[in-house]
Structure formats: structure tokens, C-alpha cells
């Protein structure tokens, strides 16, 4: 999180329940996705990204189209889905 912080130069959290992406999702620009061995399997990780999905859009369609485009009620800026490969064995 900081090191993010510090290269960016934004406020950055660290999201470890969905209840925290509901809570932190209306103010977001971007969900950064640090990759790793197993997070594919992690339940946690699946409820982190449909909580981000269902709360940022529009419409409720389908989660491949929210990825595409995950406009928020509260603001008309887009969310941006980052991913970073941080394992080699992902």
C-alpha cells in the first residue's frame, strides 16, 4: 500500500473484506489487483470483486460488462481495473 502511495502520489487502501470495497468503492478511481499464486482460488477474493462490481454499476448486468465499464451513481468518473503480476508462478 505505501509503496503504491508513495509512486502514485494518491491514497491508496488495502481491501481484505467486501464489506471494506462497499464501504471505500464510491470514492475509488482504481482497483488494483495484485496478482499472486492461489488468489484465483481465494472465496474472499471473489466476494472482494463481485462487492466491487455489483456497488460501482449502473445497470446490474453482467459482471463482463461491468469490467468493461463500471460507472458509479455517485459520480460520473469510470473505475479502472489494474491487475499487477506479483508471483512468476500465478
Excluded: W
Excluded at 470514492?27 to 472465496?43: E, K, M, N, T
Excluded at 456497488?55 to 473505475?79: K, T
Aim: glycine fraction near 2%; charged fraction near 20%.
Amino acid at each position: 500500500e505505501e509503496m503504491i502511495q508513495q509512486r502514485l502520489q494518491v491514497v491508496c487502501s488495502v481491501i481484505r473484506t467486501d464489506e471494506e470495497a462497499i464501504a471505500t468503492i464510491q470514492y475509488a478511481s482504481y482497483v488494483v489487483v495484485i496478482l499472486s499464486r492461489g488468489l484465483l482460488r481465494d472465496p474472499q477474493f471473489a466476494k472482494i470483486m463481485m462487492a466491487v462490481f455489483l456497488h460501482r454499476n449502473n445497470s446490474g448486468s453482467s459482471p463482463r460488462n461491468m469490467i468493461r465499464s463500471m460507472s458509479s451513481r455517485a459520480s460520473d468518473r469510470d473505475l479502472n481495473l489494474v491487475t499487477v503480476i506479483a508471483d512468476t508462478r500465478f
